[in-house]
């Protein structure tokens, strides 16, 4: 599995299994963040079968399902809060990345220069530009 550092406090990555967890804890991070909704796609393990794996295997969960291209306001605040109040590094995962490392540059607004955040994102493979307009606007509001 790889992992993909967005910066010192979280990385990204594809789907996890509760199989991959083990080497998940093995990699030094502390919580797993699931941005999938349950029941996407077949054979997708259930948010409730990964939190009992994470769990047993010392790491802390979380579930901020997304659906891809639709993040609120309220779930970009759970994903910043998310980050912020658990274990580090955590990692974060959707299907393929680009869910959790939206969000993640969604929730840097305001406090990371908008380039920047892009520059990360973009480090990662995950091209972000679409999204630069909203990340501005975030950060203006933020900021009012």
């Known amino acids: 599995m790889a992992y993909k550092p967005l910066n010192p406090e979280i990385s990204v990555t594809s789907q996890v299994a509760p199989a991959d967890l083990a080497g998940v804890k093995a990699a030094g991070f502390g919580t797993i963040i699931n941005n999938r909704p349950d029941g996407e796609e077949p054979g997708q ?5 990964l939190q009992a794996a994470a769990e047993k295997g010392g790491l ?10 639709k993040f609120s306001d309220a779930q ?5 809060d998310a980050v912020a109040d658990c274990a580090k590094p955590a990692l974060a995962f959707c299907k393929s990345g680009l869910r959790a490392t939206s969000l993640w540059a ?12 892009l520059r990360s994102a973009s480090a990662c493979g995950y091209d972000l530009m679409p999204l630069a307009p909203r990340i501005e606007a975030r950060a203006k509001a933020l900021h009012a």
């Open 60 to 69: 802390a969960y979380r579930h901020i399902p997304v659906v891809p291209g």
């Open 45 to 49: 393990p259930s948010s409730d079968e």
């Open 76 to 80: 970009v605040d759970a994903f910043r």
């Open 106 to 117: 969604l929730s840097q607004a305001g406090k990371v220069d908008t380039a920047e955040i």
